[in-house]
């Protein structure tokens, strides 16, 4: 465990599903991010969220919609997606300040397939 | 916008070193990172750099940097099976990664 925690691992969901995916850290971090990993991209930021406030979202379809309701958490809802949505989402978080450089802690991703 | 770039792929042989390149073209980049990524898993930081060093050690991996031409690499030595993973190089002003090398170690 990297102290950033995703369930579900895996899901599977239809066209006109909804579901949620969710994340949380225990590392007293500031800031949390959603990235999605396909095969045919490099890593593609989705969402920042900084002291729970959204900073950017990167042009992300609508059919996304992020939720930070405090600095320990981090939700992805996702509803109507398309095949093309499939992929490897994963969360991150960090404690963003001057000078910090450690980088980002990811969670081990939740394996989207829109079937 | 500003890219960081990494070949796909490299093989090689246990006990040999690997070397994965990096560049990119953001040269206000403060801190620059390496990540590993094993199958089915997220990415676990394996080191950084801040851009003031060109070389930074920690046992089997040398990170070296030459702020001038904007190249990153990662050296691994004595490269074990349990190496083979994507690596990805990124850089901190944006956090952009690359697309990542993967590594395989034959045997």
């Known amino acids: 465990e990297t102290g950033v925690t995703q369930t579900p691992r895996h899901l599977v969901m239809g066209m006109t599903n909804k579901k949620s995916l969710k994340c949380e850290q225990h590392?007293?971090?500031?800031?949390m991010y959603w990235y999605k990993q396909s095969a045919k991209k490099p890593l593609e930021l989705m969402f920042v969220?900084?002291?729970?406030?959204?900073?950017e979202n990167n042009s992300v379809p609508s059919r996304f919609s992020p939720e930070c309701p405090n600095s320990s958490h981090l939700f992805l809802h996702l509803h109507t997606l398309q095949p093309e949505d499939s992929a490897l989402y994963l969360c991150?978080?960090?404690?963003?300040?001057?000078?910090f450089g450690y980088g980002y802690t990811f969670g081990s991703g939740t394996r989207l397939t829109v079937v | 916008g500003e890219d960081v770039e990494q070949s796909l792929f490299l093989s090689v042989r246990e006990g040999d070193s690997s070397v994965i390149n990096c560049t990119y073209t953001?040269?206000?980049?403060?801190?620059l990172y390496w990540y590993k990524q094993e199958p089915g898993a997220g990415l676990q930081l394996l080191t950084y750099?801040?851009?003031?060093?060109d070389m930074k050690q920690d046992q089997r991996l040398t990170v070296l940097l030459n702020k001038k031409d904007k190249h990153l690499s990662l050296r691994i030595a004595d490269t074990q099976t349990g190496d083979s993973a994507i690596y990805f190089c990124?850089?901190?002003?944006?956090?952009?990664f690359g697309a990542g090398t993967r590594l395989t170690v034959k045997p």
């Open positions: 991150a978080s960090s404690q963003e300040g001057s000078g």
């Open positions: 953001d040269s206000s980049s403060t801190y």
């Open positions: 990124a850089e901190r002003q944006d956090m952009r």
């Open positions: 969220y900084s002291l729970e406030e959204r900073v």
């Open positions: 750099i801040f851009s003031n060093m």
């Open positions: 590392l007293g971090h500031n800031a």
